[in-house]
């Protein structure tokens, strides 16, 4: 590692880790912090999994943190999706860091700005390509409101920065890319070195094994180190990473249940730790299991390295497999409350933790997606313009085999224009070498890609929405509209079945926040595999959307009533089959009021005629005049119930100013886009009630 010369290296220990290579970045990172101007600065750190990226940042912070900087880390699978979600995570780290846990949001920016400019600031977001949807936020608004000197920005992905970086008129001249390559050979014998003496021919074997990978090294070496006696074929078994149950023998026995629950969960602190073993995890131990090199330090707890837990989830289930599956159902039901009463920056984090439990509960129907591959649930990656080639020919693949002909002449231009308009709506899976190999289509439906959305497929659109569902505003659209799957039938080791898999499993992870997805099917086998994991079908009022002889239906999942736990336990637990938890029924055969209900409902509150309909769904009021005395009951607080937010903000939006958001808004002293957010959730809460 660099320490700004050239020819000396420096292995820096930290938490019983030590630190090898990345010299050239870290002399990157450290002429910036001695230049006297420091200008704005925006590293893109890229790399495969296992390259080391985290481990990078969270070295380039701790030097940061030694010249007096303020260094702040953030997971972008944490950061959630919206802008005031990611300014909220923000907040909270920079206030951890900085020590004011009880200050407000407005104190801490207020602090930020006025800190001087020859104080360092240094924001490290890990994960960034979680952050497609923001992309133009972050880049137009968030960086805008930071000093022109004095910061750092430091974004790792697998995959490098968008174009929209490359070509921007004023951050393009910020930016610095540092792809991380694997180890050469002198930083190889240097960490080879570092675990003491071993015999020539097992440092040899460690270094064609793992060619340079950092992961693989870590984990080779540290078997190594134990002094374990390995025979060749053992260690060439798994090329650039050794067994699970190597792993496992690296660890000391009380651990081993600690490493399971890793396994199975993404991260896990020490609390979560103790929880699902109903055992005290002791800080020494914790400690222990973070001094391990196939365990890193994540933002909340614990994670295992992607590679080795790919191996560890193989070995439990050919050793355990009951256990594994009730240790899957003892996890799940902890996350689950803490799910429901998450607040929005967590949210989804705790919903990836609950599907990635799911994952073989999946497998019934396995000709359209398949999730049984051991590579586990991880992100997809946003779309570049530069990928729009290799997009039309997965399109083109999967017109072929998914629609007709005369279907087929509008998907080209449609993805063209998705591509310039919404991005975001575009998720690609990629090989070793960043070519796509898997996209997925997907877009959040309001009234601005409503307009994008009928010119090419009105018949989908007229089937799955009504008109007033079309034109809601962008700030209150909870509708994801599940366009395609498409991918390569010739990828080296995997099945399309498997690659369709894998991003089903990661798009699902969007409903964790309390959203619904709703697609036209024609595929049979995909008609079987959504009903298996409780989509509700219904057939289409025409024949327009049909595929020669195979139907179109219409095939929802709708949790924004916030049944994403119910539905997840629903699918782990064996007594509890998928299609007996739909959002709508209630256990005692009444049908629950949705959010999508209750706002129709309110939107009439002014009309007692047009609430008749929904009269005879609340116990003891007879008509349309009844209910509206009621509801205002609810909302003027004459009947407990609703909280006083609640019949604030419902109370401004439905009746006072029905029809002029801004003037409700302004009423309880909020932004539009706040306003929007907090009326959401006021409306889940009054759906419960009801």
Not at 289 to 317: E, K, Q
Not at 454 to 463: A, G, I, N, R, S
């Amino acid at each position: 590692m660099g320490n700004g010369s050239e020819a000396q290296y420096e292995n820096d220990v930290r938490d019983g880790k030590r630190f090898v290579g990345r010299t050239k970045e870290l002399r990157t990172l450290r002429q910036w912090l001695e230049h006297a101007e420091a200008p704005m600065t925006i590293f893109s750190v890229t790399g495969m999994g296992g390259i080391g990226k985290s481990s990078l940042l969270s070295e380039m912070l701790s030097i940061a943190r030694e010249r007096g900087a303020t260094a702040v880390w953030m997971d972008g699978r944490a950061c959630g999706t919206t802008p005031s979600v990611f300014v909220d995570y923000f907040i909270s780290t920079l206030g951890v860091e900085l020590g004011l846990l009880k200050s407000h949001g407005t104190q801490l920016l207020s602090v930020l700005k006025s800190m001087p400019r020859e104080k360092r600031l240094v924001i490290a977001v890990d994960n960034y390509e979680e952050l497609a949807l923001l992309e133009g936020w972050f880049m137009e608004v968030f960086i805008a409101k930071l000093h022109i000197r004095g910061v750092l920005i430091i974004l790792a992905s697998r995959s490098e920065l968008s174009a929209a970086w490359r070509t921007h008129p004023r951050l393009y001249q910020r930016l610095i890319q540092l792809q991380l390559q694997h180890f050469n050979a002198d930083e190889i014998a240097e960490y080879i070195a570092a675990a003491g003496p071993l015999r020539p021919s097992v440092a040899g074997t460690i270094t064609k094994m793992t060619d340079g990978h950092p992961l693989g090294l870590a984990l080779a070496v540290e078997a190594a180190d134990q002094g374990r006696n390995l025979p060749h074929a053992e260690w060439a078994e798994l090329s650039h990473m050794i067994s699970a149950r190597l792993l496992l023998e690296l660890t000391t026995p009380r651990l081993h249940p600690m490493v399971e629950v890793l396994t199975l969960l993404e991260t896990a602190n020490q609390e979560l730790l103790s929880a699902v073993l109903d055992i005290a995890v002791k800080p020494e131990e914790y400690h222990m299991l973070r001094r391990m090199s196939f365990i890193r330090a994540a933002p909340d707890g614990l994670a295992l390295h992607d590679m080795a837990r790919v191996h560890l989830m193989r070995d439990f289930r050919q050793r355990e497999p009951y256990r594994m599956q009730c240790m899957r159902i003892r996890i799940a039901e902890l996350l689950k409350p803490l799910h429901e009463q998450a607040g929005p920056q967590e949210r989804r984090q705790i919903a990836r933790k609950m599907l990635l439990l799911c994952q073989e509960a999946m497998l019934q129907y396995r000709k359209y997606a398949d999730v049984s591959r051991d590579s586990l649930f991880s992100s997809l990656e946003p779309m570049n313009m530069k990928d729009l080639p290799a997009m039309h020919k997965l399109l083109q693949q999967w017109c072929e085999y998914s629609v007709e002909p005369w279907q087929a002449v509008k998907y080209a231009p449609f993805l063209d224009e998705l591509a310039q308009q919404y991005p975001g709506g575009i998720v690609l899976k990629r090989d070793m070498r960043g070519e796509p190999i898997a996209m997925f289509i997907t877009v959040l439906v309001h009234r601005e890609t409503s307009e994008l959305l009928l010119k090419y497929f009105p018949h989908e659109m007229k089937e799955c929405f009504a008109p007033e569902e079309m034109q809601c505003d962008p700030d209150e659209s909870d509708t994801h509209f599940a366009l395609l799957a498409a991918a390569r039938d010739d990828v080296p080791g995997y099945t399309r079945e498997e690659l369709v898999g894998y991003m089903v499993l990661d798009r699902l992870s969007l409903l964790g926040d309390g959203a619904r997805a709703i697609l036209v099917a024609t595929n049979p086998h995909l008609k079987l595999f959504l009903r298996s994991i409780g989509f509700q079908m219904r057939s289409t009022s025409t024949r327009a959307c049909d595929r020669y002889e195979d139907r179109a239906d219409v095939l929802e999942l709708d949790l924004r009533s916030g049944q994403f736990g119910a539905w997840v336990m629903s699918l782990l637990h064996p007594d509890l089959p998928a299609n007996q938890i739909q959002p709508g029924t209630a256990s005692a055969g009444q049908k629950l009021w949705s959010e999508q209900e209750v706002r129709k409902m309110l939107a009439h509150l002014r009309s007692p005629g047009e609430l008749q309909p929904y009269a005879e769904r609340v116990t003891g009021v007879k008509d349309g005049i009844q209910l509206q005395l009621y509801v205002l009951d609810l909302l003027e607080g004459r009947v407990h119930g609703v909280s006083p937010q609640d019949q604030k903000l419902l109370h401004a939006a439905y009746w006072t100013h029905a029809g002029n958001p801004t003037a409700a808004a302004q009423v309880c002293s909020m932004s539009r886009a706040t306003f929007y957010r907090h009326l959401r959730t006021a409306l889940i809460r009054l759906a419960r009630i009801l």
